[in-house]
């Protein structure tokens, strides 16, 4: 499906490795003949052994990415464009593959781990499970021993334990397969700053193994003080707004989104973006931040495609 009448603003070369995002358009149908426009033209890539982060506002659209990559949107999405993953030399088309990919092909580790974790069970038992569905080589002591989960508290419930234990579970079973891509949509929003830091580390052991790892967060101030994040992307509105190494993204925002996001932490000063997001039913096809924030430099012309060194963003400059 294609809603975007402009030529495609970037293609991003589709190699036999790590994750491609490729244009992905998602529109889902809501109620009285209305259309949520959830991600628009949206290309990340992200190489084997690299963290992105992909973050923006609530409502911005950042999950239906993560659904739409892992098969999990609602059958009544329609879903233009690509996503693929490298996978030991075969290159899988997650739009259209009939395999069975989740926890194989894709790691998934989710917001809350008591939707990966059922309370009726312990979580030695669980982890077990995972190993059989996926066919993993590993054994359950040699998953823990990974993410630091103590062997004593393989016998306890979900619920007997603290938010970041269960999460750690969570990441253990996550990469029971070796997945080539790992994908964490806000893993550390119920967890306080040290086991927030503690699994974003994990995480970066996940890339070290070799794990092409998305990691969606509103959390800037964790990405800020971890420097977890190899690339960040900043999504507005079901679109990207500009996407490049974190360094750069966090230091020299292009947009002026990004450095309005960025001046909203408390330790740059907690000035809070005015107004709100918009609704994405029946959004232009235009970027919409300037709606917003007419007084940005948006205003006066359309936003425009800069390339410099390897990042391709929209930017405020004409
Ligand atoms: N199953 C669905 N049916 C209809 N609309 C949906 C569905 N899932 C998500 N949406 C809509 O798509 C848009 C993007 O939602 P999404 O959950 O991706 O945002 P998000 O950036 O992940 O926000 P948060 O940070 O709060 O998790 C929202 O307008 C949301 O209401
Ligand atoms: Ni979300």
């Known amino acids: 499906m294609t809603t975007i009448a402009s030529t495609p603003l970037h293609v991003t070369p589709v190699v036999g490795t790590g994750l491609s995002i490729d244009a992905l358009t998602v529109r889902i149908p809501w109620r009285r003949g209305r259309t949520v426009h ?78 990966h974790f059922t309370p009726v069970h312990t979580v030695g038992a669980q982890i077990a499970e995972t190993i059989r569905a996926v066919g993993s080589p590993y054994s359950v002591s040699e998953l823990i021993r990974r993410v630091d989960f103590p062997a004593e508290a393989l016998d306890r419930y979900p619920h007997e334990l603290s938010g970041g234990m269960v999460q750690r579970a969570a990441i253990a079973a996550a990469i029971a397969a070796d997945p080539p891509v790992v994908i964490a949509d806000e893993p550390t929003a119920h967890l306080d700053q040290q086991h927030t830091d503690t699994v974003l580390a994990l995480l970066r052991g996940c890339a070290k193994r070799g794990s092409a790892v998305l990691l969606i967060t509103h959390d800037i101030g964790a990405l800020l003080r971890t420097s977890i994040a190899d690339r960040i992307a900043v999504m507005y509105a079901s679109r990207i707004m500009e996407e490049g190494p974190a360094e750069h993204v966090l230091e020299d925002p292009w947009h002026d989104y990004t450095a309005d996001l960025l001046n909203a932490l408390p330790e740059r000063g907690l000035h809070p973006i005015p107004g709100m997001p918009p609704e994405l039913t029946n959004l232009g096809d235009d970027c919409v931040y300037h709606l917003r924030r007419p007084e940005t430099q948006h205003l006066g012309g359309p936003t425009m495609l800069v390339t410099r060194e390897n990042r391709t963003v929209r930017t405020r400059r004409p």
Not at 61 to 78: C, D, E, Q, T, Y
Not at 80 to 92: A, P
């Open 38 to 115: 959830a991600v628009t033209d949206v290309s990340i890539r992200i190489e084997p052994g690299t963290i992105t982060a992909l973050v923006g506002e609530s409502g911005c659209g950042k999950s239906v990415v993560a659904l739409a990559a892992m098969g999990l949107l609602p059958p009544s999405a329609r879903i233009g464009g690509r996503i693929t993953v490298g996978d030991n030399g075969r290159i899988v088309d997650l739009l259209h593959t009939a395999e069975s990919f989740r926890g194989r092909t894709i790691g998934m580790v989710p917001q809350s781990p008591s939707t």
